[in-house]
């Protein structure tokens, strides 16, 4: 292993005093400088992956069939498959359901439930890999963050949110600061004091749904985040959310940030991706805007097709 005074006793030997001086002292800078940056890791991000961690769920939908209440299988019916059930039943025959345009109506109105909850799978696989990435994470695990509840079958259910920013693994020491003064300016925004551990974060990409048992789970979600020593934060895509939802979350002490282009770090997904996170989400959705587009209108197409 190469030391200072090693490489001084080899150049001292080879080189005027002069020279000599001047290349140590060169030395001398970078090696402290390696030193102080020894466990700093710089952030390279893969573009096509985070298309591909948004696009692939997405995709899963063109093979979206209808089940029309047969249980659980996977495959649905294709169009030949409801044109034999339908038309075996008197009555769907009778009035004319057993059709092309019926087959249809049935897999575009569910195909629609589909993407929806596709494009949410997307954004949560993105969102994931952007932390990865801008955290440098030595293990992608630390992303996870899952706890244990007892059913009322005195069973164990694993329940879990979609990305962590977990403080003592973040080795991007620059995004370190930065999310550990966000997390404390947050808390601070909702009157309490700012947890240990770092934040944890529901990824949605939209929230229009007034769903009682969605709500009291995701309150649940607050109250065990902060139990352990992390904020919860929902991370929603879409500008679209309910202000009653946003009062009700920020009441239990849950921070919101959504889909908007202005705003701060405390209300904006886009500009804490930005300023606290250190990448450009906004940016890149818009410079890809015509490729995610073309997948949208191609999987539109095919679940509006009656084949």
């Not at 009778?94 to 195909?111: E, F, P, Q, R």
């Not at 929806?116 to 963050?145: H, M, T």
């Not at 500008?239 to 849950?254: A, C, E, K, P, T």
């Not at 989400?281 to 818009?286: G, I």
Request: proline content about 2%.
């Amino acid at each position: 292993m190469l030391t200072v005074s090693s490489v001084a006793l080899f150049f001292g030997k080879c080189l005027s005093v002069e020279i000599f001086a001047t290349l140590f002292l060169i030395y001398t800078l970078l090696y402290t400088q390696l030193r102080q940056t020894k466990f700093i890791k710089f952030t390279v991000t893969d573009e096509n992956l985070y298309l591909k961690r948004f696009l692939d769920p997405i995709k899963v939908c063109r093979r979206y069939k209808p089940k029309f209440g047969l249980g659980n299988r996977e495959e649905g019916l294709d169009l030949a498959g409801f044109l034999s059930l339908y038309g075996s039943d008197p009555f769907y025959s009778w009035i004319g359901l057993n059709s092309d345009l019926m087959y249809a109506a049935h897999k575009a109105a569910g195909g629609m439930t589909s993407i929806y909850r596709q494009i949410g799978r997307g954004c949560e696989s993105l969102f994931r890999q952007i932390i990865i990435d801008q955290a440098n994470y030595d293990d992608p695990k630390d992303v996870l963050w899952s706890y244990t509840v007892q059913t009322r079958n005195n069973k164990e259910r694993t329940l879990s949110l979609d990305a962590r920013l977990e403080l003592t693994a973040i080795q991007n020491y620059d995004v370190r600061e930065r999310v550990t003064q966000w997390i404390a300016n947050y808390s601070q925004s909702l009157d309490v004091p700012a947890p240990a551990n770092g934040a944890v974060f529901e990824v949605r990409q939209g929230y229009k749904s007034k769903d009682s048992k969605r709500q009291n789970a995701d309150i649940d979600n607050i109250a065990v985040a902060w139990a352990n020593g992390y904020l919860p934060v929902f991370a929603i895509f879409s500008s679209q959310i309910d202000s009653d939802l946003v009062l009700r979350y920020r009441n239990s002490r849950g921070g919101i940030i959504t889909g908007t282009l202005l705003g701060t770090s405390q209300n904006s997904l886009f500009v804490f991706s930005k300023n606290v996170l250190g990448y450009d989400l906004a940016d890149f959705l818009h410079r890809n805007s015509s490729l995610i587009r073309d997948e949208i209108y191609t999987t539109l197409e095919a679940l509006l097709r009656a084949e």
